[in-house]
């Protein structure tokens, strides 16, 4: 069975259809690019696999499951993290509060035991705090684990908010646009670094660009939007010479 | 933990002597009464307001429920002992808890700015069910509740309420809590249920505000509807955003300083809301993120810091 499985779908916005017929396959593990020029709707592709918008119609299964339409938080639950276009991060927070508030379906004690500190508390928040520091260093942020998050330079906000998204325990995560407003040298980076977290981790990771030769050298396999269609999916040698995507990408 | 007990009952142990020889009358002591009180709810609307991030607009009408509903239950069963008092304490808080997931299911399950109009409105009715029912004496008001509420309850009471918040807000229940305030479409995509943390903050909030209901009815021995106005919303609103959202330190601090200062300068009289307004608009060209900013006082912090520059 694929980890995820999407079967037509599709999205009006009040008669705008920002996306039909949508389809994508992902296997366990995979790196996929979804790339397509501004506006083709590859952040609402997001927005409906992670339940921000429902679907108008069709399906979205991950692991068998039936997802469409469901609850953001209840997704994420599931096994599928996002980072978003425009960071979001909780930027009065410090940088370890920020990752330990996406540790919250990892843990389970119960409000009584957090009002009155009993042992599950200790337990549970020495554990997360472990895992969170591990997670920060990862990206090289162990050290600015009190800093405010709202201060980091942008670069270092983009990864704080993969961590976050980690720090979920997903099966897939979705990347959009994380390389947005870096430089080429940042971009390599954190083009290496996903590739880690990839093989770290165990996951399978969905990467929007828009540029599409970032991504021709790590991905496995590409699936191209355009006017809120897929013109072509495939292995990225494959995608590099389809006529469809070369005139989607002049009329640029 | 233990030096912060330690700190408290010394606080105590002050109050209590001055008390006993005369410096504090039975006129301040009561004024006491009334501050623990204010600081209850205004640490109890903080976790909605200021942690939450909800514009609560009638904190004092489940304040009122609690009130109305502890003195009517402490009236018919002849309350008098401090087994019983609790009880009904508890009963108020429960009530307006009650209240709390009525209002608070339908308005935050939306996104956006209905819980002000909601609470605004909540507010107006239970003034207008409290005029006009006959078990809560109407505009005559309700009358002979026993005098329970002394300031040994009421110190502890506020003590425990305190320490109950900012444990709760420093759980993983107060992360959630918080990042709802900070974004709340990253804190669901987080993995936080966040409609569920609204109501469950809204709800406590509602909880600790009829706990301090109760005490004031306690105290009062007498109740009338015009008490729980729109007007007290908005004073203690004032007194979380002077202390800074997202800091009880900030909170007790404002509770105290604004329940005192218009006692102590009575001849202000009818100037009150006016210093309010004024207080209000220095704090905010001055002291944007209030008082404390979500700064929390800490004497372990203090003393760490002491320890190193020694
Ligand atoms: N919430 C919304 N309401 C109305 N239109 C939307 C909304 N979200 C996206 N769109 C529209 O859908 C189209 C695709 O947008 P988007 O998915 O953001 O593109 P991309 O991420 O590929 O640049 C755009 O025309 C955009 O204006
Ligand atoms: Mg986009």
């Known amino acids: 069975m694929p980890l995820l499985e999407v079967t037509g779908m599709g999205v009006d916005f009040g008669g705008l259809r920002a996306l039909s017929d949508f389809e994508i396959t992902i296997e366990e593990g995979e790196l996929v690019g979804l790339i397509g020029p501004n506006g083709a709707g590859k952040t609402t592709a997001f927005n409906l696999l992670t339940g921000v918008y429902e679907p108008t119609e069709g399906e979205i299964k991950l692991q068998g499951i039936s997802i469409g339409g469901k609850k953001p938080y209840y997704i994420n639950n599931l096994g599928i993290a996002r980072t978003f276009q425009n960071i979001r991060l909780f930027k009065g927070l410090s940088v370890i509060e920020n990752v330990k508030t996406a540790f919250h379906a ?8 957090g009002i009155f500190r009993l042992p599950k508390f200790w337990r549970e928040e020495k554990a997360i705090h472990d895992e969170a520091l591990e997670l920060l260093d990862v990206f090289g ?30 099966k897939l995560l979705l990347l959009d646009e994380p390389a947005a407003g870096m430089n080429p040298s940042e971009t390599q980076l954190l083009m290496d670094t996903i590739q880690l977290i990839r093989e770290r981790f165990k996951i399978a990771i969905l990467l929007i660009e828009h540029d599409m030769k970032l991504v021709m050298g790590i991905c496995q396999r590409m699936v191209v939007l355009d006017y ?23 009329g640029e | 933990m233990k030096l912060n007990i330690a700190l408290i009952l010394v606080l105590f142990g002050v109050l209590t002597l ?45 304040m009122a429920v609690g009130a109305y509903t502890s003195a009517i239950l402490s009236s018919r069963l002849g309350i008098s002992g401090l087994g019983g008092f609790v009880f009904v304490l508890l009963a108020g808080g429960f009530a307006a808890a009650l209240a709390g997931i009525v209002i608070g299911v339908p308005a935050l399950r939306l996104r956006g700015d209905y819980v002000a109009i909601v609470t605004l409105g909540f507010g107006l009715i239970v003034q207008s069910i409290l005029l006009n029912l006959g078990i809560t004496g109407g505009a005559d008001g309700l009358l002979g509740i026993p005098r329970l509420a002394n300031f040994n309850v009421a110190f502890f009471t506020m003590v425990i309420v305190v320490g109950m918040l900012v444990a709760l807000v420093r759980s993983r229940h107060g992360r959630a809590m918080i990042a709802i305030r900070e974004d709340e479409i990253a804190a669901e995509a987080s993995g936080v249920p966040t409609t569920w943390y609204k109501i469950l903050g809204f709800t406590i909030a509602a909880f600790f505000a009829g706990i301090a209901g109760g005490l004031f009815a306690h105290r009062m021995s007498v109740l009338v509807p015009e008490t729980f106005s729109f007007v007290y919303s908005i004073e203690l609103l004032v007194i979380v955003v002077l202390g800074g959202m997202g800091s009880f330190t900030g909170a007790v601090v404002a509770a105290v300083v604004l329940t005192l200062l218009p006692e102590l300068l009575r001849e202000f009289g009818d100037f009150r809301m006016l210093t309010y307004s004024v207080l209000l608009v220095a704090m905010m060209i001055f002291r944007p993120k209030g008082l404390m900013g ?3 006082f800490s004497i372990m912090q203090i003393v760490s810091k002491i320890k190193k520059k020694g």
């Open chain 1, 141 to 170: 942020m162990a050290d600015m684990a009190d800093a405010n998050a709202g201060n980091l330079p942008y670069g270092k906000q983009r990864q704080l908010e993969i961590a976050r998204a980690l720090a979920t325990h997903p």
């Open chain 1, 228 to 250: 809120g269609m897929v013109i072509a999916t495939g292995r990225p040698e494959e995608i590099k010479n389809n006529p469809r995507v070369i005139e989607a990408y002049l």
């Open chain 2, 294 to 296: 979500s700064y929390e």
């Open chain 2, 18 to 62: 001055l008390m006993e020889i005369g410096i504090l009358n039975n006129f301040h002591r009561g004024l006491l009464v009334l501050v623990c009180i204010n600081v209850i709810l205004a640490v109890s609307l903080n976790l909605s307001a200021g942690f939450l991030g909800q514009l609560v607009l009638g904190h004092a009408a489940f």
């Open chain 1, 106 to 113: 990892s843990m389970s004690y119960g409000l009584i035991s």
